[in-house]
């Protein structure tokens, strides 16, 4: 069919018109209509390969309700360079460069002088300085020399051994020291002087000191006169030494030198002073020290030297050494008078010495002021021989010996002194004397002295003396340990066979049950009747104690033995109820103690820390510590001083506590009782065998009977073999808080009453009452004998 142009023509139109609307329309409607969230599967993940390489962050974009979420796994993140930490040194002197050496000394030598001059040099310089080295050539070094200190160099050309001791030096001690002196043999160096004046000089710069060459015109140190060299000085010249050692010029060392100083430095000449200090020396033209040392000690330039040159005669050293030794000691004596003056002028009078605080000695503390009566020290009375109511019950006793010196010196510089002040005087007598020990000043003295003037009147003068505690020092002592085994020897009479079974319980909870590392040596004392046979021996029982204990508690640790002496008749010991009031379990024969130690020791060995113990007490682990810290082999014994308790149980004026602590109301410390002495075995064989020609060593039993004919009569006990042999080993007496005696004295008190009054002590009122023990003290009498007479009075 045919259809007409026209007709197809709007026919067209109208299809592409309504194509366009009809898309438009529905486009809006789309977009309208169609939820935002909605993104197919396929756009989403081709959209997601699509951005993910270009930013993987992009793709959230696409989804709004995209929930964050945090990677801590790399946070914080790491730099990648970390920041250097600055280690600063642990000392302000490491940091500053400051050294604790100040100088050294170096020596130009040859061999013809080591013998003579620089063995002089050394012992006047030495030990002035903080170091000192002899340089000399290598083919003059021998291993014979008496002098140590010396360095020699293979290099043997002349001219370049300054060189070699600077090369030496900057190699060695360039880092040590802050100066460094150059000098040789032929002079004497005041030390002392050149020490005090570089303490005034700083360090931090380049320093050339010394005195100018008079024949020379260049300017340079002269190195017979000494030449200071600072460390900088030292250290750019170790950079320049290839260039001095080229350009050095013969053997003229001075020269060398200064040339040297001046193409490392900017130092142009010598430095005669710096920083206003001048090292000045003294040339000699043709003096002799012998001779013309008197006209020389008038010359200021002369005692202001810090070097003498040049010296030929190791004598003349050694006599400038003195005289300006001399010089020194009086400065140093005129520098303390004026500043003793200056302290005791402090503020014109005007201020009290309470605010100042002026002390006399100067230096010296004032004693402390005593809080309570108890702390009061007490000045004891004394002459030239005797000291009157020095302890407690003793009226009058000779001086020891150091004593006896003590106040003679003392007197003697007392007198001295007088002579110089008031020389019209006459010494008479000593009047009176007075002296305490102030754990803070020290010894004091007060002493009235009678003289006689001009006009035959007596004088008396009264002088104050003390010996300040001013000198501490640490001795040194070897190592010692808490895990040393202790042997301990228990001496036994027949009367303390049950003390000794109490004695043995202890020692099984103290010792044995905690493994402590122990031996019980019981040392049983047979009287020479007494029966040791079987069942009848007199010991059957403390034997059978000893043998159950040690079978029912095995181990190394801890054991029992005993070992047996038969006492001669002459030493039987026969107890009497009066001997419990004795200090000591050995009652009147304490010689005993040396026959129970001589055979007990060789029973246990050279090698062994030994406590010679006693039954008759209580007694705590830490004080076996202490024993074996206090012990040390070849160098100390110990002595302690126990606690004498009082019966308070008995007495009633004071509460029994076993674990309390010590105080005055519950006893004392028994300064008189020596029982208890701890050593090892080898110090004391040594003491023994020391005085064997005077107190026999016994090797049985049958020597015990050379005792009484021993000629030390007054070594009765351990710590008298000690004090009387004089042996390098020191005594330690100390107090023992953990120690405590008395401990039998309740059971002893038990047996009186007021029908069967107590006995008294044997030694009661004589001068050997120190051997009494106190049952209470004095103050508790005096309050019960107040009490009394109040009561009596009421009634």
């Known amino acids: 069919m045919h259809i007409p142009k026209i007709f197809r023509f709007r026919s067209s139109q109208l299809s592409a018109n309504q194509y366009f609307i009809v898309c438009l329309v529905g486009g809006f409607l789309l977009s309208f209509y169609w939820p935002t969230n909605y993104v197919h599967e396929d756009c989403v993940s081709q959209t997601s390969e699509l951005y993910s390489i270009k930013d ?4 959230h974009l696409l989804n709004e309700d995209f929930e964050p979420q945090l990677n801590l796994a790399q946070k914080p993140m790491i730099a990648k360079k970390s920041v250097k930490s600055i280690v600063r040194p642990r000392y302000f002197s490491s940091e500053l460069n400051v050294k604790q050496d100040r100088l050294f000394v170096g020596v130009l030598t040859v061999q013809e002088n080591i013998d003579n001059l620089a063995t002089a040099f050394n012992k006047t310089t030495a030990h002035l300085v903080n170091k000192i080295k002899f340089f000399i050539h290598a083919d003059n070094v021998k291993t014979n020399f008496k002098l140590k200190n010396i360095v020699g160099f293979t290099d043997t050309r002349e001219n370049y051994r300054p060189f070699h001791v600077l090369k030496y030096i900057a190699d060695n001690y360039l880092e040590d020291y802050d100066f460094f002196y150059i000098i040789e043999d032929a002079a004497y160096v005041n ?33 017979k006169a000494g030449i200071i060299f600072s460390s900088s000085v030292i250290k750019k010249i170790k950079s320049k030494l290839d260039l001095c050692v080229r350009n050095a010029d013969g053997n003229h060392h001075s020269v060398n030198i200064g040339r040297c100083v001046q193409q490392a430095t900017e130092i142009k000449e010598c430095q005669e002073s710096f920083q206003g200090v001048s090292i000045k020396s003294y040339q000699l033209t043709n003096q002799k020290i012998y001779r013309d040392l008197h006209l020389l000690k008038e010359d200021s330039d002369f005692n ?19 005289y300006f030794s001399k010089l020194h000691l009086e400065a140093v004596k005129n520098k303390i008078s004026n500043l003793e003056q200056e302290a005791q002028g402090i503020g014109n009078g005007k201020i009290s010495n309470n605010i100042l605080e002026v002390k006399w000695p100067l230096g010296v503390a004032n004693s402390m002021k005593p809080q309570h009566r108890h702390d009061i020290i007490v000045w004891t009375h004394l002459n030239l021989t005797h000291s009157f109511m020095d302890e407690n019950g003793v009226n009058v006793k000779p001086l020891s010996k150091i004593d006896a010196t003590d106040i003679k010196k003392i007197l003697d510089g007392i007198l001295l002194d007088v002579k110089k002040k008031y020389p019209e005087l006459v010494f008479i007598d000593m009047e009176s004397a007075y002296r305490r020990f102030d754990h803070v000043r020290g010894m004091e003295y007060k002493i009235y002295l009678t003289f006689k003037n001009a006009d035959d009147e007596i004088v008396t003068k009264s002088y104050e003396v003390v010996k300040p505690i001013s000198l501490i020092q640490i001795i040194p002592s070897p190592y010692v340990t808490e895990s040393t085994r202790i042997s301990m020897i228990v001496p036994t009479f027949t009367h303390r066979i049950d003390d000794t079974i109490n004695f043995i319980a202890k020692y099984e909870e103290i010792c044995m049950q905690n493994k402590d590392s122990t031996t019980l040596m019981l040392v049983l004392l047979y009287n020479s009747n007494d029966s040791n046979k079987a ?12 043998i159950s204990t040690s079978k029912r508690i095995k181990g190394d640790d801890s054991r029992i033995a005993w070992v047996s002496i038969r006492l001669p008749p002459e030493f039987n010991y026969t107890y009497r109820e009066q001997d419990e009031l004795l200090n000591s379990i050995y009652g009147n024969q304490e010689i005993l103690s040396l026959v129970a130690t001589d055979l007990a020791l060789r029973k246990i060995g050279l090698e062994s820390l030994v406590l010679v113990f006693s039954n008759l007490v209580n007694f705590k682990n830490d004080f076996l510590n202490r024993v074996r810290m206090n012990t040390i082999q070849g160098f100390q014994i110990f002595s302690p001083v126990g606690f004498m308790q009082y019966p308070c149980k008995k007495t009633s004026f004071c509460n029994a506590c076993e674990s309390c602590d010590v105080a005055q109301s519950t006893g004392y410390f028994d300064q008189k009782n020596f029982d208890i002495i701890s050593f090892y075995s080898r110090d004391y064989v040594d003491a023994r065998k020391k005085l064997e020609p005077f107190v026999p060593i016994i090797r049985k039993d049958a020597d015990i009977i050379n005792l009484q004919s021993r000629q030390y009569q007054d070594v009765n006990n351990v710590l008298d073999i000690f004090v009387k042999a004089q042996t390098p080993v020191h005594i330690l007496r100390a107090i023992e808080p953990s120690l405590r005696y ?3 004295m309740e059971s002893f008190l038990d047996n009186f009453s007021a029908d069967n009054p107590m006995p008294k002590c044997q030694y009661m009122n004589t001068s ?10 004095r103050k508790q009498l005096g309050e019960a004998i107040v009490a009394l007479e109040n009561l009596i009075s009421e009634s």
């Not at 993987?56 to 793709?59: L, R, V």
């Not at 050997?768 to 003290?777: A, H, P, R, T």
């Open 304 to 322: 202001n030297a810090a070097s003498v040159f040049p010296i030929n005669l190791a004598d003349d050293m050694f006599i400038l050494h003195i």
């Open 768 to 777: 050997m009452e120190y051997k009494c023990i106190n049952l209470v003290s």
């Open 191 to 223: 030390a002392k002087l050149l020490m005090e004046q570089l303490d005034h000089i700083s360090m931090s710069y380049d320093v050339y000191l010394g005195n100018k060459e008079s024949d020379r015109e260049e300017g340079f140190c002269d190195l």
């Open 535 to 546: 069942e009848a021996d007199v010991f059957y029982r403390l034997k059978n104690v000893a």
């Open 742 to 744: 008395g401990i039998n």
């Open 56 to 59: 993987n962050e992009n793709i």
